[in-house]
């Protein structure tokens, strides 16, 4: 309250001849409060507490029984409804499948219940081929959309392999261990070929290629005569 009436009385050149005979201070007092009355500015806003996750009251031994509790509960759930499912299987044969009361029946009689049971099983067998087309078809559904939940999360896609060069030795060692003792270097069992037997033994073979002409060449009276000029018979 002091600093604004202060300041609505007096300009601020009056201000600061008044002050320069005070000490230095002072000076930079009033200098600090003139800046800090003069901005406007409003106080940063202090960041939010992190509030600290309550810690657990509940002891691991009784945590451990309270699972243990769940599942045997959960046991006992299964075990009732198998039991439920099967009385209620046995009351649906008893209500589809009376028992049947030939005694005392006529051969048209029985004839007649015959035909009733042979329609009874034509219906049955009607409503369990569409339970079956119904399954087949949601099954067929549940496996596109899992191909699909796949494909979206991208399951199958094969990392970037690095390529490492192993030699036999290595391999056999890393296999066996110890017991490996032997050397697996193939390339010192190769049998060492020069460049003039590699040739010699193309010449060879273009030689022994052409056999069908040379013997084309030498048949009949000309080949004869070719024998016997290239033996010197001609001298």
Request: proline letters at 4%; glycine letters at 4%.
């Amino acid at each position: 309250m002091f600093f604004s009436f202060l300041f609505a009385t007096t300009n601020k050149h009056n201000i600061c001849s008044k002050v320069r005979k005070c000490d230095l201070y002072s000076v930079f007092l009033f200098q600090f409060l003139l800046n800090f009355c003069v901005s406007s500015k409003p106080p940063a806003p202090l960041p939010p507490r992190v509030q600290a996750k309550p810690k657990s009251k509940i002891s691991a031994s009784r945590k451990l029984s309270l699972k243990i509790l769940l599942l045997q509960r959960a046991m006992d759930e299964l075990e009732q409804e198998k039991v439920n499912r099967d009385e209620e299987k046995v009351k649906y044969l008893s209500d589809k499948l009376p028992p049947l009361q030939i005694t005392g029946l006529s051969m048209e009689e029985l004839q007649k219940l015959c035909r009733q049971l042979h329609a009874k099983i034509d219906v049955v067998d009607e409503e369990r081929y569409d339970f079956e087309a119904k399954v087949n078809k949601n099954n067929k559904d549940i496996h596109e959309l899992k191909l699909k939940v796949q494909d979206l999360g991208g399951k199958f896609k094969k990392p970037a392999l690095r390529k490492v060069r192993v030699s036999a030795d290595e391999m056999m060692r890393a296999l066996l261990g110890s017991k490996h003792k032997g050397s697996m270097d193939l390339r010192a069992n190769l049998k060492s070929v020069k460049k003039e037997d590699i040739k010699q033994e193309k010449v060879i073979s273009t030689e022994v290629g052409d056999w069908r002409k040379n013997v084309e060449a030498m048949s009949g009276m000309e080949g004869r005569k070719k024998m016997f000029d290239a033996a010197g018979g001609g001298q």
